[in-house]
């Protein structure tokens, strides 16, 4: 038991001092039982006070330390490390949090939040008391990174790991890499093509001995733990043999193919065939067959001996120390009937306007056979919704409209624009965008976020309609010849990646960071990183800065041989283990297995610490370290006693 304790209150710089009387809460803890020192601060975490703390350890002889500040989240790998630099086991340091838990939830009580600080502060104590000296857990590490997605992020993050000495496994769901810029014109600001970026990066990645690329293929298992994971890949084949350089038979193939399907790059604009070859912003250069559309009727294979149609699925196994998660977001898609969305026939997506404009060919812009001039762009489809769950704004939507609306003034100079917004959102230099549309005759116009646009047809024709806020609610209309639905970001609705590796999401459903500024591309998952669009919405430039990253990142827990991981585990009392295989069930993890002796025991670089299998033991023989029963039912003496 801890004789000599140190303990300090944090003003956190009035986050916490505002609604916590501190002095308060430190008189009442600086005669608890075997509290050697009891000080307040204004900020724990400044340089001078670390220096401070580590004087105090070493002064007093101090045997443990409670800090009483922000969430552990944030500043308990600090303070760890000030005691471990002042001689002491890190595990013998309890963090406290008097902010997130007591003066912000609690701003309105000031005496209220001071009495809880008191007592979140004294149960740390008890805590603390009876905590006992760990050590990390050493593991071999698999010197390779799982990159998974191969859009933008994915690319990026690979060859920077590439360029590290790490050896990368590139693996991507669809048969053709680029992801969603593969799918998009001239970039913004940089006036470089979806094609020229995905190519140059392609380039790299194929010329890079330390990338193998996989495409068509999916994560269908995960196991192990940060610096060895053993994962497995489904590898669904092309349907043809090889890259096919006799593009006459292939032609032939595509044309007697007697099925045809909507196209997914064209977001159903357009159709192509069951075998279909790649556009020219999509690599690798090779033909595939859709089998999900394809009715095996082989006409196909008899005009081109390439074609396979009894190639099999395989499986690969691999071993990787990190992985890395880039697998990107899908454009919403409005419900019918939203904003006339299928239901009014010159009604589209921006997605399906972009591509409509790369393969229109200069001269008069036509949608269905008619030409169009007036073109309606309805902002916040899908984001900022009032009534829906999509409460975000997804950042790129409208400094990607205003760039799609200048560059097809340039293609076709005789269209209007008119903008139906809920307010501008082109930050930094993309301002510049805006400008420049409004200088060029664009109107913009702005509704109230509980009264959005209306579409309307009335005969054939398709009216637009906005309580204005710029010119004081006056209704106006347009009659529109194409109506674009600006629609925002959302999670991949089918990623089956979430659900293997485990990864948490947060309440936009998109893949969830441990802290957006301090920890943003780790997950609660020991080794696994997150990048790019995944974890919300982000530009090109942002997706790309996130990949770097979380490359960096990955790479700090394959580059060295070993690795040392938290041993905060579960572990097994053999003379209490009854082997009822309880716990096995439990664990999310598989860390628990049935040893030679017949009792159940813990795969120490396995286990989470997650402590699933604590309650379902019949005989209590686990316990999880540096949250035993001991420790926490001391807390909660100590909590009991002060109601």
Not at 93 to 108: G, K, L
Not at 611 to 619: A, E, H, I, N, Q
Not at 634 to 641: C, E, F, K, Q, Y
Request: net charge neutral.
């Amino acid at each position: 038991m801890k004789q000599r304790i140190g303990v300090y209150i944090c003003h956190c710089g009035g986050n916490i001092s505002d609604y916590v009387d501190v002095e308060m809460v430190r008189e009442a803890v600086a005669h608890e039982k075997g509290v050697a020192i009891a000080k307040t601060t204004v900020f724990a975490c400044a340089d001078s006070n670390q220096k401070e703390m580590v004087q105090d350890i070493k002064d007093n002889q101090l045997d443990a330390v409670v800090v009483a500040s922000c969430s552990p989240k944030l500043h308990e790998v600090t303070f760890r490390a000030v005691v471990e630099r002042a001689g002491l086991n890190k595990y013998n340091y309890v963090h406290a949090n008097i902010r997130e838990q007591v003066s912000w939830p609690h701003s309105d009580n000031k005496a209220g939040a001071t009495q809880k600080a008191i007592q979140i502060v004294r149960a740390a104590i008890a805590k603390v008391r009876l905590s006992e000296a760990i050590e990390p857990l050493e593991v071999d590490t698999t010197q390779a990174v799982l990159v998974i997605g191969a859009g933008i992020a994915g690319m990026k993050a690979a060859i920077a790991l590439s360029k590290m000495g790490v050896k990368v496994y590139l693996v991507e769901r669809e048969h053709f890499i680029g992801g969603r810029i593969a799918q998009w014109d001239v970039l913004c600001l940089t006036n470089e093509t979806g094609k020229e970026l995905v190519s140059r990066l392609y380039n790299e990645i194929v010329s890079n001995k330390n990338i193998t690329l996989y495409t068509g293929a999916q994560l269908i298992e995960c196991k192990g733990s940060m610096g060895n994971f053993a994962v497995k890949l489904k590898l669904n084949p092309r349907y043809v043999k090889d890259i096919c350089n006799d593009r006459a038979s292939l032609r032939k193939a595509i044309d007697v193919c007697p099925v045809e399907v909507p196209d997914e790059f064209n977001f159903g604009i357009t159709k192509r065939k069951a075998i279909y070859h790649n556009f020219p912003g999509e690599y690798p250069q090779a033909a595939v067959i859709d089998m999900n559309s394809c009715t095996r009727c082989g006409l196909c294979a008899k005009v081109c001996d390439k074609i396979d149609l009894d190639m099999k699925v395989e499986d690969l196994e691999l071993n990787v120390g990190s992985i890395l998660v880039a697998t990107g977001f899908d454009p919403y898609t409005p419900a019918e009937g939203e904003f006339g969305y299928k239901v009014i026939d010159n009604v589209v997506t921006l997605s399906q306007f972009k591509r409509l404009l790369a393969f229109s060919e200069p001269g008069k812009l036509q949608w269905k056979g008619k030409p169009v001039k007036n073109i309606a762009y309805i902002y916040c489809v899908g984001s900022r919704q009032v009534e829906g769950e999509n409460k975000y704004c997804s950042r790129y939507c409208c400094t990607a409209t205003i760039n799609t609306a200048l560059k097809a003034n340039e293609k076709f100079p005789e269209l209007n624009h008119f903008h139906f917004t809920r307010g501008i959102r082109t930050y930094g230099k993309q301002e510049q965008l805006y400008h420049n549309a409004s200088k060029s005759g664009h109107v913009f116009l702005q509704s109230y976020e509980d009264d959005p646009s209306r579409v309307e047809r009335k005969g054939d024709k398709t009216i637009v309609r906005i309580n204005d806020i710029l010119t004081n609610r006056k209704e106006l209309e347009v009659e529109a010849d194409l109506v674009v639905l600006v629609i925002g970001m959302v999670p991949r609705s089918n990623n089956s990646v979430a659900d293997i590796l485990k990864l948490p999401r947060g309440r936009d459903s998109f893949f969830n960071e441990i802290h957006m500024k301090l920890r943003p591309v780790e997950t609660v998952i020991d080794g696994i990183t997150i990048a790019g669009t995944c974890q919300g919405p982000k530009n090109v430039v942002e997706s790309i800065n996130s990949a770097l990253s979380a490359a960096i990142k990955s790479y700090s827990f394959v580059g060295k041989d070993k690795l040392m991981v938290e041993p905060v585990v579960a572990e097994v009392d053999p003379n209490l283990c009854k082997w009822c295989d309880k716990c096995t069930r439990a664990c999310p993890f598989d860390a628990i297995f049935k040893n030679e002796q017949g009792v159940a025991h813990v795969n120490d670089t396995v286990c989470k610490g997650c402590g699933m299998c604590l309650p379902v033991c019949p005989t209590n023989a686990i316990q999880l370290k540096t949250f035993t029963d001991n420790e926490i039912e001391s807390m909660i003496d100590v909590l009991a006693n002060e109601l």
